[in-house]
């Protein structure tokens, strides 16, 4: 039986942060094993191998982001939905550049070969103030999702961490001005 090769879903959203600079966001990402404080559907994160913002290192993540392969997400199924995890591990990391990359190694979301770049860079006119944060994936299609319903994940989880990070970023500063 022959297997047909489908081509690798390949994505990249971003989202501007206006208020913060790429020095204040950079740190949160470089913070591997807390990506659960920004990112607001994982309700857990945390390190399971290695030191924390080294490449090498592997992080378990779990929430509701992503419909786990155990059932439970028919509208007419009222049993509790099964959470959703994954470990990943980062691959690279480029402060220079402020750019990492990792991978998912496990997981009971679906993705097979899945691997993400997140870049933070300068996205303000006067590139002292705003930031932009790209985040590109590869991964093998899923089956039963629509890449485009993927996509529109990201982008809505993207925006809401920015959100959270801006929030937060800014009550230190007001914080630290009094």
């Known amino acids: 039986m022959e297997k047909i090769l489908q081509e690798k879903w390949e994505g990249k959203v971003s989202t501007r942060l206006p208020n ?12 591997f094993f ?11 994160c945390h390190g399971i191998h290695g030191t924390n913002g080294e490449p090498g290192c592997i992080r378990y993540c779990s929430g509701f982001s992503i419909p786990s392969n155990g059932g439970g997400d028919d509208d007419h199924d009222h049993s509790p939905r099964p ?14 550049q402020r ?19 997140v870049r933070i860079v300068p996205g303000g006119d006067d590139h002292q103030r705003g930031c932009v944060i790209e985040w590109f994936f590869a991964v093998d299609p899923v089956e039963g999702w629509v890449f485009d319903d993927l996509v529109r994940k990201y982008e809505v989880g993207l925006h809401r961490m920015a959100q959270r990070m801006e929030a937060t970023l800014g009550n230190l500063e007001s914080w630290s001005a009094e």
Not at 34 to 44: D, E, I
Not at 83 to 96: Q, V, Y
Not at 100 to 112: A, M
Request: hydrophobic letters at 40%.
């Open 20 to 31: 913060a600079t790429v020095s204040q966001i950079w740190p949160l990402f470089t913070d």
């Open 34 to 44: 807390n990506f659960h404080k920004w990112f607001p559907s994982l309700t857990s």
């Open 99 to 117: 750019s990492l990359t990792y991978e998912i190694v496990e997981s009971n979301i679906g993705f097979q070969s899945y691997v993400s770049t």
């Open 83 to 96: 959470i959703s995890w994954s470990k990943e591990r980062l691959i690279a990391i480029d402060h220079d």
